[in-house]
């Protein structure tokens, strides 16, 4: 009995590993990028409990941890880290829960579970990808659900100006600026048996709810080329309606089909174009983007080999979404791969900015390279994400009636 019950418990991070990150790393966190923590709503925090945080860039697990710290919390994470295997040993060491993207994982739930029964703090991040411009996305469907079943204190984690200090889309390294995270208890333990699943799901949109064109406007973000990147997220002109003809040099996107130019500062203000932001040209992206003409593409097959590790040339193949399904046909690792998915069933394609997006099928990751450019991958996602939204207000509506 006792063997088994050992079996159960979710360990927590490493306490050498963990404390010679906080020691290393928290120093210059604070000195350079000039970080500060208003632990406040932390007060009564002990474990078992749920932190629910914001999405907005690849340092965010630094912060959260940094704010948790001495408690050592267990982070809920893509398992496309660990098809990678120096990730994957340091994500090991962590001991976090590895969890497939937008694919039903009663595995995960599980895990999660068993985190709370051995008295753990879990970190999940409720919109299940990052963000390409620093505002949030829906909450992915099962948090609301996993937050009644957990039963136990949920509080809120928000690190402002991490987009900024490294956005998903730069190719720049860390930009010195300003970040401060911030903390707040969303709920209570007795408090989430009084809400339906439906109330619980709203405070938590409403919760995490960020966009970082709406802070710190003031600050100066520190970077030689702050727009280097930016193409590969804002690909169509807003001049010609050209897309894929934008490119970027130091401080201009640019568009090489009618010479359209705007500068991005060091405040991140576009300057001398359409659009006073990014969020405002990628919304208006999205608002031309017609559902109605499929996408199709060539593509490089990537895949984890039988050791667990990627394999980016796993095969080839021919790639095409509509508003209904999403087809797949080629080879991977010799073998025919085809299969078709419902694109209802599928919410979001999560995405690496100008390589690839990621696709489960019967709950095995591939990664999708478009050919001949991958930085298409970018319109794909936003065709998904178009169609989720749709979606969603549709339902939306739908109940609002019944009512």
Known sequence: MAKNKKKSIIKKPNPLLFFLCYILIAPILK????????????????????????????????????????????????????????VRWFLNKMHVISKK?????????????????????????????????GHSLSVTEGTAELVKKMGV?????????????????GKSGLRAGKMHVTTSKLFDAAQIKELSVQE????IEAAILHDEDKIFNDVFYKCKSPALGLDEVLYKCPACGSEFETYTDSRHICCKACGFSSELDNYYK?????????????????????????????????????????????????????????????????????????????????????????????KRMYNFILQPEPKHVIKWTMFMDKLSKKDKDKNEAEEKAEK
């Open 31 to 86: 000195l350079k990028y000039k970080t500060s923590y208003d632990k406040s709503g932390l007060e009564d925090l002990s474990g078992p409990a749920l932190i629910l945080c914001p999405h907005v860039s690849n340092i965010d697990f630094l912060l959260v941890a940094l704010t948790l710290a001495p408690n050592r919390p267990t982070f809920v994470v893509s398992e496309h880290f660990m098809a990678r295997p120096p």
């Open 101 to 133: 993207m937008f694919c039903p994982d009663i595995k995960t739930i599980m895990n999660i579970l068993r985190a709370r029964d051995s008295g753990n703090i879990v970190v999940l991040f409720p919109e299940g990808r990052l963000t390409c411009i």
């Open 153 to 169: 204190n949920v509080y809120v984690i928000t690190e402002n100006g991490a987009y900024k200090t490294l956005p998903k889309w």
């Open 200 to 203: 619980i799901n709203q405070q």
């Open 270 to 362: 576009l300057n001398g174009g359409y659009f006073e932001h990014i969020n405002d040209w990628y919304f208006w992206q999205e608002e031309q983007l017609d559902l109605n003409v499929p996408l199709e593409s060539q593509t490089i097959i990537a895949a984890a080999d039988e050791n667990g590790n990627i394999n980016w040339n796993a095969g080839s193949g021919n790639i095409y979404m509509d508003r209904d399904t999403i087809k797949v046909s080629g080879l991977c690792f010799g073998q025919p791969l085809e299969f078709t998915e419902k694109t209802g069933d599928i919410k979001a394609l999560p995405i690496s900015v100008g390589h690839h997006f990621d696709l489960y099928h019967k």
